[in-house]
Structures are given as C-alpha cells and as structure tokens.
C-alpha cells in the first residue's frame, strides 16, 4: 500500500511538474501571470478528443496539442499581448479574457458534457512488488525529460543565456543587441505549446470538459510562485506540495486534499524570507 | 554612391526628451567624426545619462534627429541601433551579476562562432577574462566588472562606442589602463566614442572636443586641445 503511495506522490509532482513548466517560463521571461494557461490545457486535451474522433493514432494528440497551443498563444501574443507588457496588471486581465474565450469557444463547439479521449498507454507493470499504471510512469519519465530539457537549453545554449538575460535586466539585454520582443513571443508561443501539450498528456487522468484547466491552473500558479521562477525549486515543490495533496487526499479528506496545494503555498509565501 | 558605413559617425540634432513627463533635454546638438572621441561632462543630474539612453533608444525621444553610422536612426528600437554596430556601456546595473564572465561576453556577439577569436583579442588587455570565465560575474570586484563592461563592448568591434561615467570609483591605475585600451581601440580601429565623465581629467586625456551640459542643455564646446580648456570645464563644474 505504501509503495502504490509512493509512486502516486513522485507520479503526482511528475505531472504538476510538466502543467506548471510553460506557466513558469511565462512568468519568468515575460513577467506576466499567464492565466489562459488553463485554457490552454484544456485545448490540448481537446486535440486528444478529436483525435480519438478521427480515429488517429492516440500519440498523434500530442503533436497536435503542441502545434494547437503555440499557434493559439502565437496569435494572443501577436495582437494582444505585446502591446500590454508595459501594463502588468492589464495583462492579467487580457490573459483571463483570453481564457474565457477559448473556454467558451470550446464549449460552443463541443458542449458542456465529459469527453472521452483513448490513451495513449493502457497497461500496468509489476514494480516494487505492486501493480501500477504504466502511463503514470512514463508521464514521470516525461516530466524528467521535459525538466532536464529545458535546464539544458537554458544553461548550454546561446537561446538559453539570452532568456535568463532578459529575465535578469530586460533593458540591458535590449541594450546589448538582443530583440526582446521577438524573445517574448517565442516563450509566449512555448509556453502555451508546454500547457496545450500538457493538458493532452493529462488527459488519460483527468475528465475532459471545458472548465477543465482551472483547477490545474491554481495549484500551477502556486507552484510557480513558491518556486521563485527556477525549475529545480519547481521541481521540488511539486514533490513536497504534490505529495502532500496525495497523502491529504488519501488519508484525509479528498476536497481538503485539493486545496492542499494552495493552503502550503500560501503558508510558505507568508513566511519565506525574500533575500535582498 | 553612399559611403561606407564604418565610416560614418554620430549626428544629434534637437534632442528632446526625458523621463515621462519630465523633460529633462532641452535642443542638444551634437556631432561626431569617424575616429573621433567626444567628451560629454558635466556635473550629476544635468542629462548626460539621459543623453546616452535616449540616443541607444532606451527612452523616448520627443523632438530631434538622430543618425549614427550613415543610418537615421530616430525612433529605433535599442537592439536594431547596436545592431547597427554600436556599444553602450551604462553606468549602473551593467552587467548580469547571475551570468558567468563567458556568458555576459558572449551576450554581446551575434555571432557565437567568432567568440574564440574575439575572446583572445580582450584578454590580451584583461588577462583574467581567460582565466575566469567561468566566475560568476556579480563575484567580480568593481573595477573588475568594469573592465568587463568594456570588454564587452569592445568584443563585438563596435563602430561607435557610448560609455557613461566608467571610471566612477574606480583606482588610478585601473583608470589608465582603460585609457590605454580606449585610445588604441581608437587607433587601430577608427572606432568612435562617446566619452560622459565627471573626471574631466580622463576626459580630456581621451577626447579630441567636448561639450559640457547643464541642465540638458549644451552651454559650452571646444577642442580639448585648446589652452585653459581644463579651467573652462572646470568653473561649469564647480558653479
């Protein structure tokens, strides 16, 4: 029994991990909250809808959801966006309008009701001596990848110290011959491929329906803001702040265990101390 | 035929402009020669700052012109004009303190296949750039990270170079090294430069004219050459 909770807290901090991974290079390089990252969510597990409509491969999805969500996050930041960064707070406003927009745009064409998706992995495996999903696994293995991925391109690429210039002093990276813009857009279009594709490869666990990426975007703003914008603190709370959502949840009281996340957040906010 | 570009300079004319509604330049008209150094002195709070960031487009420019190196370049964005081949350093927050020695340098380059090559050409004035790459910039001394800003100025072989105040706070000797390496940048490259100082010493010992500004305005120009031009500055300094 032990062992089945072990594997759903690391399998649990596996999955916040890869919704929360496109929120925080948003948060990071932009400065903004992206708060259609739900939406965007929602539009990737749609891809995985529609391809189990189309009968297509269910991996297929993925591809999809990624090219869906850069494109969709392409044009929000093309003719919304980008004219409302020296606004922070307007773009809070823009990025929930936006949400509710593709929510809604979604809802009109597919209904209110629970959609059905194939998965892409319907086996168990023995490991440690229990039976577990298979799929959680890989989307452990997934979240690794995704992590270990993005740590890379941002420490050994010339794409990678250019972000974390404009993340450090946006007006000298400017100065020093850098398009900021341009540097913006592509994170924008990322990280709503990131949320999209995360919300196809969540699909399997979660019922599909429009409002479906509000929850996920909660505990994935929570995680971004205790993490402080770097992806081994990200990392780490998904497994401290995951885990205990599971373990609230299991021996608790599963409405309490959802807002698990939220309630530590909000406690380590309060008493972290902000180095100066 | 148009001339070369590289041997083009650095044309202001009218400049007007501040920080939102605060105007803080009045008209400042200026010019430039290829291979020329220009000194801009003046006492704090008078626009020198505010000179360099409206020219690199940093801040909005409300009335004027701007053209350096043979391109109008009024109303561009900052990374189109160092594209152009323009250095700026700044005088605060200059580097990135969390990058590494290698990785603030090779912020500059656009292109990271000459790093190499351009690496040995700085080291041979600041040794410890070879040495230290891999430091973490913030960890530098002060004079340190100000021959770091220079280096990375002059890594990419810029055509025209815009400096604010480097040798605030810095020692003697540092001081005469940078003015070792921006003359000989001068000679061997026909490199322009905009020299904004207080230390009107160092100014003078680099600039072949300067201007001196108050309150964002021009109120005296000369050649550095001139006889008394040290007192000249020096009494709009001291009043």
């Known amino acids: ?276 | 035929m148009s001339a070369p570009v590289v041997a083009r300079g650095l044309a202001v004319g009218g400049l007007e402009g501040g920080y939102g509604s605060s105007p803080v330049l009045h008209g400042v008209t200026f010019h430039i020669g290829p291979g020329e150094i220009f000194g801009v002195l003046g006492k704090n709070g008078m626009g020198k700052t505010t000179l360099l960031r409206t020219i690199m487009g940093l801040l909005p420019l409300r009335r004027g012109k701007i053209e350096m190196l043979g391109e109008n370049v009024t109303g561009w964005p900052p990374y189109r004009i160092t594209r152009l081949g323009v250095s700026y350093v700044p005088q605060e927050k200059s580097i990135f303190q969390d990058l590494s020695v290698d990785e603030n340098l090779r912020l500059a380059l656009r292109e990271p296949s000459s790093f190499d090559e351009r690496l040995v050409a700085v080291a041979g004035w600041f040794p410890f750039l070879a040495t230290r790459r891999q430091q973490r910039a913030g960890t530098l001394s002060g004079g340190e990270q100000k021959m770091l800003l220079i280096a990375r100025a002059l890594l990419t072989r810029p055509h025209l170079v815009l400096i604010d105040e480097i040798t605030e706070g810095l020692q003697p000797a540092v001081i005469s090294q940078l003015q070792e390496i921006l003359a000989e940048e001068r000679r061997s490259r026909g490199t322009s430069i905009v020299l904004v100082e207080q230390n009107v010493q160092f100014a003078l010992a680099l600039a072949d004219r300067y201007a001196v500004l108050k309150l964002g305005r021009i109120v005296e120009t000369g050649s550095t050459i001139d006889t008394g031009a040290q007192k000249t500055i020096e009494r709009h300094l001291v009043i």
């Open chain 1, 1 to 276: 029994m032990y062992t089945i909770q072990l594997f759903d807290v690391i399998t649990t901090a596996g999955v916040l991990y890869i919704v929360a991974l496109g929120l925080l290079l948003v948060y990071g390089v932009l400065k903004i909250i992206n708060l259609a990252h739900g939406a965007f969510l929602a539009l990737g597990s749609y891809a995985a809808v529609i391809a189990t409509w189309l009968g297509w491969n269910p991996w297929s999805a993925l591809v999809i959801a990624l090219a869906v969500g850069i494109a969709v996050g392409a044009v929000a930041e093309w003719r919304v966006l980008r004219r409302l960064y020296v606004r922070p707070l307007d773009t809070i406003l823009a990025t929930w309008g936006l949400n509710i927009i593709i929510v809604q745009s979604i809802t009109l064409y597919f209904g209110r009701e629970i959609q059905f998706a194939e998965s892409t992995i319907t086996q168990a495996v023995n490991v440690g001596g229990v039976t577990y999903s298979l799929y959680r696994l890989v989307l452990l293995l997934v979240a690794v990848v995704l992590g270990t991925l993005v740590w890379l391109v941002m420490r050994r690429t010339q794409i990678g110290i250019v972000a974390r210039a404009v993340i450090m002093n946006e007006e000298l990276a400017e100065a020093l011959g850098i398009n900021t813009r341009l540097v913006r857009f592509v994170t924008f279009c990322l990280g709503a491929g990131l949320a999209s594709l995360a919300g196809a490869l969540i699909t399997p666990l979660v019922s599909v329906h429009p409002n479906l990426g509000v929850p996920w975007l909660i505990n994935a703003f929570m995680l971004v803001l205790v993490s402080g914008m770097s992806l081994g603190n990200l990392a780490l709370a998904a497994l401290i702040l995951g885990g205990a959502q599971v373990l609230v949840s299991s021996y608790g009281n599963p409405v309490l265990g959802s807002l698990t996340i939220v309630i530590l957040a909000v406690i380590i906010l309060r008493f972290r101390t902000i180095p100066t």
